[in-house]
């Protein structure tokens, strides 16, 4: 009985010394003074055997110490233990001793149980109470060694329930006052993190009981609503009238969120309008209320959260007209590009990506609410719809402006359209620089040009024509020139060679050779009456001539100017081919026409055929591109046994300016010449080609049913 008053006092005496302490060196020398004291006690309270011999409780607060204090506390414990066994014992030394062997078990227990990190155990705290009892019979056999003889089984018994049942008993009771000492300790910790976190939030937190007593009133709480912990809720919703729905109406008092709480009502984010004497304007706050129930579904208490959302309301007004500014700018802006004639384009050199508005999609040839996706996208896609032969130029002005070297740009090139055609762009833009400097944004405006640059061509076109003009003009007149000269010379000549024939004998050797001197004569007069005809400037009169006699008189002038190895001949398959035109200019229509055949056959062997027949046509329709009447025309045909000609170069026969001659050695005016003069006469033309078989152009002139008038004498 008396060692359970001991232990019993032990295990009180723990709990409040652990309590008690600051820290863990308290706590040390604390428990050591307290199993000190206990094993005092204990060697002090001894149980008298049949032999007269003692035996006491004092070792197990010394081997416990190690368990539960460390091994400073057992240090303690066995210092205050030894002493009291040193003076209150016959044998102290022995007992002595005992304290030792038993601080030793115990700190050695105490350390393999450390090292394996398990929880203390009764099979532990068994086999320490049996060591201990061993440590102290073997204690006894030394200080009294009358005792084996005298009382062995009593003494088996004592120190077995002494040291085995003492130890399990004292060692559970102080087991369990840790774990009960460990959940407080628990427990305390929660409290201060919680209470932490409701002190720290910025929302302001309230709960009251059923009986109306606040159980949370935190500092935002507090600050937003005044400090109310002390009273009841019953006197706070009579004095606290701050709530007004509207800034006026005061909120009804069973309508605020902890009443509504406490009839298990749930309140979400209610707001309203708080009145203090911090802030006299108000301020909006957002109220939710809950009811906290118990397992049973009762309620037990009731929270509610006041979040102060005053600026939260004012920067979603901000935004919202932010906003609104925004989308009517964006709107503007979408309007000014839908408005606009010019194409806008947009590059993040960060990204890459590169935005082009509609209107630069519709002048390529795309929808204009096409989706740019992928590739389209970046300056990739873009470079490679860049015409060849402009991309070196316009990367040149891109980058100089990019590198600083130019603030901005405006370069004209060409743009690959969807159809693989191409438009001329003006494309000016400008870059913008971040602090330090470098480029990070691009944008600019397209302007389709390809309007202004067929202007351009079609005036080049004029220009050279009127060139060309001049010079066939100059030309002219210088032939007219020389012609006049060699008819002024020719008159005395055919005179004379007219009278000599009329002196001379008919069939002399000498009338035969002044008949070869006057038909050469009259072969130079018809070719001088061609010169003058070519160069007399006629504007666009025209007159009802033969086609036959007409075109065969501009072959012979041509002879001249055809190589020898090339055949000039005519073939007539009609006869009275009579058309209303300007000599001058069928001149030079069968002039170019032999001339690019000539030059399709080039230094090879060849021959070119003109050949003159008569054609009706009864559908004009038939007639692709050309605007013809019906009915009966002379076709002039003129055919080469030249290389032919090749697709592509056929598609552009009759573009302005375009050959295939090098440069310098053709205007590319000859076949668009040729067709003007024929559409202004109501004609067409028409390219029969076979590649490696040579070429055919069949010019067709309306024929008229009068007959020519008699050529004047030269």
């Known amino acids: 009985m008396q060692n359970v008053c001991l232990f019993a006092a032990i295990v009180l005496c723990y709990r409040e010394t652990v309590r008690a302490a600051r820290n863990e060196w308290q706590r040390t020398i604390l428990l050591g003074l307290l199993f000190g004291a206990g094993a005092a006690i204990g060697t002090m309270l001894p149980v008298v055997l049949a032999g007269k011999q003692a035996m006491d409780a004092g070792l197990l607060p010394i081997a416990l110490s190690a368990v539960f204090g460390g091994p400073l506390a057992t240090i303690i414990t066995t210092i205050i233990a030894g002493f009291f066994r040193l003076v209150g014992h016959a044998h102290g030394y022995a007992h002595v001793t005992e304290a030792l062997v038993a601080s030793a078990v115990g700190i050695g227990f105490a350390f393999l149980h450390r090292r394996r990190q398990?929880?203390?155990?009764?099979?532990?705290?068994?086999?320490?109470?049996?060591?201990?009892?061993?440590?102290?019979?073997?204690?006894?056999?030394?200080?009294?060694?009358?005792?084996?003889?005298?009382?062995?089984?009593?003494?088996?018994?004592?120190?077995?329930?002494?040291?085995?049942?003492?130890?399990?008993?004292?060692?559970?009771?102080?087991?369990?006052?840790?774990?009960?000492?460990?959940?407080?300790?628990?427990?305390?910790?929660?409290?201060?993190?919680?209470?932490?976190?409701?002190?720290s939030m910025s929302d302001g937190l309230l709960?009251?009981?059923?009986?109306?007593?606040?159980?949370?009133?935190?500092?935002?709480?507090?600050?937003?609503?005044?400090?109310?912990?002390?009273?009841?809720?019953?006197?706070?919703?009579?004095?606290?009238?701050?709530?007004?729905?509207?800034?006026?109406?005061?909120?009804?008092?069973?309508e605020l969120a902890l009443p509504r709480a406490l009839r298990g009502l749930e309140t979400n984010d209610l707001n309203v309008v708080v009145r203090g004497p911090s802030r006299p304007d108000g301020f909006v706050v957002s109220v939710n209320g809950r009811p906290l129930r118990d397992d049973e579904g009762n309620v037990v208490a009731g929270i509610t959260v006041v979040r102060d959302v005053s600026e939260l309301i004012s920067a979603q007004k901000r935004l919202a007209e932010s906003e609104a500014a925004l989308k009517q700018s964006e709107e503007r802006y979408a309007l000014a590009f839908e408005g606009a004639y010019d194409g806008l384009w947009d590059w993040d050199l960060r990204t890459g990506k590169l935005f082009w508005s509609g209107r630069c999609m519709e002048m390529l040839g795309y929808p204009p609410d096409t989706n740019l996706s992928g590739r389209m996208q970046n300056n990739d896609w873009w470079q490679s719809l860049v015409h060849p032969d402009d991309l070196p130029a316009t990367l040149r002005a891109l980058q100089d402006c990019l590198s600083g070297s130019a603030r901005s740009f405006a370069i004209e090139y060409r743009l690959r359209r969807l159809d693989g055609s191409?438009?001329?762009?003006?494309?000016?833009?400008?870059?913008?620089?971040?602090?330090?400097?470098?480029?990070?944004?691009?944008?600019?405006?397209?302007?389709?040009?390809?309007?202004?640059?067929?202007?351009?061509?079609?005036?080049?076109?004029?220009?050279?024509?009127?060139?060309?003009?001049?010079?066939?003009?100059?030309?002219?007149?210088?032939?007219?020139?020389?012609?006049?000269?060699?008819?002024?010379?020719?008159?005395?000549?055919?005179?004379?060679?007219?009278?000599?024939?009329?002196?001379?004998?008919?069939?002399?050797?000498?009338?035969?050779?002044?008949?070869?001197?006057?038909?050469?004569?009259?072969?130079?007069?018809?070719?001088?009456?061609?010169?003058?005809?070519?160069?007399?400037?006629?504007?666009?009169?025209?007159?009802?001539?033969?086609?036959?006699?007409?075109?065969?008189?501009?072959?012979?002038?041509?002879?001249?100017?055809v190589p020898a190895t090339i055949a000039l001949d005519m073939d007539v398959r009609a006869a009275q081919l009579n058309c209303k035109i300007n000599q001058t200019q069928i001149h030079q229509v069968i002039m170019n026409l032999v001339s690019n055949a000539v030059g399709a056959i080039g230094p090879n062997r060849g021959a070119v055929r003109v050949t003159l027949d008569q054609v009706e046509l009864e559908d004009s329709t038939a007639i692709t591109g050309q605007e013809v009447e019906p009915g009966s025309f002379c076709r002039i045909s003129v055919v080469d046994t030249g290389p032919g000609i090749s697709p592509d170069v056929k598609a552009r026969l009759f573009d302005p300016f375009f050959t295939t001659k090098p440069v310098g050695e053709g205007t590319g005016l000859g076949l668009s010449v040729v067709q003007g003069i024929v559409r202004d006469h109501g004609g067409f033309v028409l390219v029969d080609n076979e590649p490696g078989q040579g070429a055919r152009f069949d010019v067709h002139f309306p024929l008229v049913e009068q007959k020519p008038a008699m050529d004047a004498v030269a």
């Open 118 to 199: 398990a929880p203390i155990t009764t099979a532990a705290l068994a086999l320490l109470g049996l060591s201990m009892a061993l440590a102290g019979g073997l204690g006894a056999l030394v200080a009294h060694r009358d005792v084996a003889e005298t009382a062995p089984v009593v003494f088996a018994v004592f120190v077995l329930g002494n040291g085995l049942g003492g130890t399990i008993i004292l060692g559970a009771m102080l087991r369990r006052e840790d774990a009960i000492l460990a959940r407080e300790r628990a427990h305390a910790q929660e409290s201060k993190m919680l209470d932490a976190v409701l002190e």
């Open 422 to 561: 191409y438009c001329w762009v003006s494309d000016r833009g400008a870059v913008i620089r971040d602090e330090d400097g470098r480029p990070y944004r691009a944008a600019g405006s397209l302007t389709d040009i390809s309007a202004r640059k067929l202007a351009e061509q079609h005036r080049r076109m004029l220009q050279d024509q009127l060139q060309q003009t001049q010079k066939v003009e100059a030309l002219g007149t210088l032939a007219g020139g020389i012609a006049h000269d060699i008819n002024n010379t020719l008159i005395p000549i055919i005179g004379a060679v007219d009278m000599l024939l009329l002196d001379a004998p008919k069939d002399s050797e000498l009338s035969e050779e002044l008949r070869d001197v006057m038909s050469a004569a009259l072969k130079v007069k018809e070719l001088v009456r061609q010169i003058l005809a070519f160069s007399r400037d006629e504007g666009s009169e025209r007159c009802i001539v033969d086609m036959t006699a007409e075109i065969a008189s501009t072959l012979r002038m041509l002879r001249a100017m």
């Open 207 to 254: 709960a009251v009981d059923t009986n109306g007593k606040f159980l949370v009133f935190n500092r935002p709480a507090q600050e937003m609503l005044g400090d109310w912990r002390g009273d009841k809720l019953e006197s706070w919703l009579k004095n606290y009238k701050r709530f007004h729905l509207d800034g006026v109406t005061p909120v009804a008092t069973e």
